[in-house]
């Protein structure tokens, strides 16, 4: 059994609803699980979305959408706390490890703040290059390969932008700043999707 079906029977174990998919059919997928009635989607930010045009295809079904990819830098506060509380919240994630541990390593919490508390709905959408086999792993490949191409991508002054892998600094512009791990739904979630894609995708 490869590694994507694997974790797709733990998540299914776990409480999550996954769902394997091509790129080409994530889209789709995404607007049928969120339905025809306009609603508010909180978005953090995603090279995988981004890719795959997700958040325009939501746009153009008429849902309204909170991602600061849309907003002016003076606005983004205001926008974090919108996409916070709004009725769905998609993301990818930085690494799935076999036994569906979604990890996460952020530096404002814009993003996983809401994929733990207060958005009742939730979807990810994880490209195969983000599958790995267990926590450490997916340790080692966020901070050696995810989290240095954000930084040279937002202009970070961290070692890692320079040198291509993290030295655990204490850089002011150090965007490791938080570590979640989510193993289960949480009792005020409704559904959280899994979406796992089988090409590579974002970072």
Request: charged share 25%; aromatic share 6%; with cysteine.
């Amino acid at each position: 059994m490869e590694l994507i079906d694997k974790i797709f029977d733990n998540a299914k174990k776990r409480g999550f609803v996954p769902h394997i998919a091509n790129a080409d059919e994530v889209n789709d997928l995404v607007c049928s699980l969120i339905g025809d009635a306009p609603v508010k989607i909180g978005s953090g930010g995603s090279m995988t979305l981004k890719a795959l045009g997700t958040l325009s295809a939501l746009v153009d079904k008429g849902h309204t959408v909170y991602s600061y990819d849309t907003v002016k830098d003076e606005d983004r506060d205001r926008l974090y706390q919108l996409a916070a509380g709004a009725d769905w919240f998609i993301s990818s994630a930085n690494a799935v490890t076999e036994r569906c541990d979604i990890v996460n390593i952020d530096g404002t919490t814009n993003r996983v703040a809401p994929l733990i508390f207060g958005v009742p709905d939730i979807i990810y959408v994880v490209g195969s290059n983000k599958l790995v086999p267990d926590l450490q792993a997916a340790e080692k490949r966020i901070r050696d390969h995810a989290c240095h191409l954000n930084a040279v991508r937002l202009g970070r002054k961290t070692p890692c932008a320079f040198t291509g892998k993290c030295s655990y600094c204490d850089s002011p512009d150090c965007m490791c700043n938080v570590t979640t791990i989510v193993h289960h739904p949480t009792k005020l979630q409704k559904q959280v999707h899994l979406i796992l894609v089988r090409e590579q995708l974002g970072y």
